[in-house]
């Protein structure tokens, strides 16, 4: 089969569409076609050798993807050759087939595109178990997202506005402000020009909030910290800002704050399986309905994730980077 192979470059790694050894499945798995993937900031860190996959999985870069099942392991039952899925991977994506545990797959309905498909697993239970599970995210509270019209960012504020929560977005430009708006937040910062500390205590009304969802880390953390009310809760996923910063330990104390770093790709198979089929449970139905939309930004061919790579490192995109295969329908 064909896949993104990484050849590691003193300034950008270089990453070439060719022939590699075919892919095997075991009894209790699937194998998908698969037809269209997605770009994560995950997969640029890997292909800096910053991010390894977890011990035991693929060493092709891609955390979700969509298709069609190819063939079915023999103990593997209620999923058939030709069904349309989609799932969220440990690595594996940017290729033509992926092996796949039959419970981390999710139904892809006939009027999905692979391309939605695609822009949902890794984006929208990132966001899901982070808010909810990991952030005890409830109707009428106050949550602040970072980086709002990111791929996390645009599902965390569909999902914060639908159980009734009241959303503050921060984003980069005045057209992501924008989206953010567009998608439901009550409350978007242009962080370049605005200090989000001052603008969320303005709008909550000196009283900070409930919950953070945090991707930069670094020098956010003394500010994220200064902007919980009491009991907040301020869940860490990602370090683009710095691994350190500086943290008030008295507000940490004083407020009974908690603060919390959250990875879903390393976690255990049954874990993510957990997370999958609560998330199908609780808001899958939504999403096939409309009345939550994965953002796709750009598609690319699956031969240019160089491209795709480039575009996402230039922070140029409101949601979701897609790479087709052939078909895409």
Known sequence: MKAIVV??????????????????FNDDQVLVDIQAAAVNRADLSQARGQYPPPPGESDILGL???????????????WQVGDRVCALLAGGGYAEQVAV??????????HFSFV?????PEVWLTAFVNLFQEGGLQAEEWVLLHAGASGVGTAAIQLAKAVGARVIATAGTE?????????????????KGQDFLAET???????GVDLILDPVGGDYLARNVSALREGGRLVCIGLL???EGRLDMGLLLGRSLQLKGSRLRPRPLAEKIQITRAFQERFWPLLTAGQLRPIIDSTFPMAE????HEYMRGNHNIGKLILTRESSN
């Open 7 to 24: 050849y590691p470059d003193s300034q950008t790694p270089q990453l070439r569409w060719q022939d590699v050894p075919d892919i095997t």
């Open 175 to 191: 057209g992501k402000v924008a989206a953010c708006r567009d998608l439901g937040a009550d409350v978007a910062i242009h962080y």
């Open 201 to 207: 205590l303005a709008v909550t009304h000196s009283q």
């Open 64 to 78: 979700e993807m969509a298709g069609t099942i190819a063939a079915v392991g023999t103990k593997v039952t209620g």
């Open 101 to 110: 545990h039959p419970q981390m797959l999710l139904p892809l309905p006939d």
């Open 116 to 120: 939605q498909g695609a822009a949902v």
């Open 241 to 243: 800002g710095g691994r």
């Open 305 to 308: 994730a160089q491209a795709a």
